[in-house]
């Protein structure tokens, strides 16, 4: 390349890195301030230069739009998530923080949550650390009180703990473990419901996810606990919505299919019944799930509310932008 060619070239990738940095800055903008932004930009640049601009604009647009519906604008929100020291509740508080939103952790290992509160601080994102045991109503009440009296409001609440330990057939459970798995599974979600509602009424919205399963309307041998206690989480999910839809309050429940955390480790190590069988490979990641919740978060999944949607059909991941099934 002769010295000839060579400066109008670096011109060249100089304007296409201005266009694309100068794009990159109007679509972070507010409305108005990337209007007044583009009007001075164009005052100082050639006229080739304002319409590369436009037309790269445009498709970053349109772009936009398209990926708009599977993700919310979280700036100034505050989300709960309980059973937030790993598997679906990690990724949702750092899918969610990711986001500009301000995540509260709560699980009843506060070590650990509390290192991936700081991890995400770290990282940019906002983020805070409260122990609670979601089976303790008064715990939950302070982890939500504790939750507005520091970021001022209560947006999300992804009501997300959950246990299936002990698997057994019924005529072989153990009564006390049967039973913590309903304090946890069905008490813990209602204990949510309970606290969150009211802030969120008084706000004028919310949004509750709750974390579902197919064994909410099946039957799967050594989960007598699990089946029942989704069951009573989609029926609690059907009554808040009915309750208080009309407050501005959106209610609806996450049905995930099979996920690569702990709990499919326990699955798998009790060897009773075919979700026990299945490859590891075959589970998806929880940050499908996270996705998942923060696209549930959104006006688009509006048609789910009061009920349970799933990410386990094509339909369901297309709506969320994953990858479709297999």
Not at 124 to 143: K, N, R, S
Not at 163 to 189: C, H, Q, T
């Amino acid at each position: 390349m002769g010295a000839c060619e060579i400066l109008p070239f670096a011109v060249t990738v100089v304007a296409v890195a201005a266009i694309a940095s100068y794009i990159g800055h109007l679509a972070g903008c507010p409305a108005l301030e990337a209007r007044r932004s583009f009007a001075a930009f164009r005052t100082g640049s050639s006229p080739e230069m304002v319409t590369a601009v436009r037309e790269f604009g445009r498709i970053v647009t349109r772009v936009a739009h398209r990926n708009r519906r599977h993700f919310m604008e979280l700036t100034g929100k505050t989300i709960v998530i309980t059973g937030a020291s790993r598997g679906i509740g990690e990724a949702a508080a750092r899918h969610f923080a990711s986001h500009g939103g301000t995540v509260v952790l709560a699980a009843r290992s506060g070590g650990r949550i509390e290192e991936i509160a700081q991890e995400i601080k770290a990282e940019g994102g906002e983020a805070m650390a409260i122990p609670c045991d979601v089976a303790d109503a008064q715990a939950v009440q302070a982890m939500v009180d504790a939750a507005v009296s520091r970021t001022g409001r209560l947006d999300i609440l992804i009501n997300n703990a959950g246990l299936i330990d002990p698997i057994a057939r019924i005529g072989e459970s153990d009564i006390e473990a049967w039973g913590k798995v309903i304090d946890v599974n069905v008490k813990g979600v209602y204990h949510g419901l309970r606290y969150a509602i009211p802030v969120m009424v008084k706000q004028g919205a919310g949004t509750i996810i709750n974390i579902s399963s197919g064994a909410a309307t099946g039957a799967l041998e050594g989960w007598s606990h699990y089946c029942a206690s989704k069951a009573a989480v989609l029926s609690l999910t059907k009554v808040a919505d009915a309750e208080y839809r009309e407050h501005g309050i959106r209610v609806c429940g996450l049905s995930p299919g099979t996920v690569a955390t702990q709990m499919q480790k326990e699955i798998r190590a009790s060897g009773i019944n075919p979700v026990s069988q299945i490859d590891w490979s075959q589970h998806i990641p929880p940050e499908w799930v996270a996705k998942g919740l923060a696209w549930l978060a959104t006006e688009g999944a509006d048609g789910y509310l009061g009920t349970d949607f799933s990410l386990k059909t094509p339909e369901g991941r297309a709506a969320v932008g994953l990858p479709s099934a297999g």
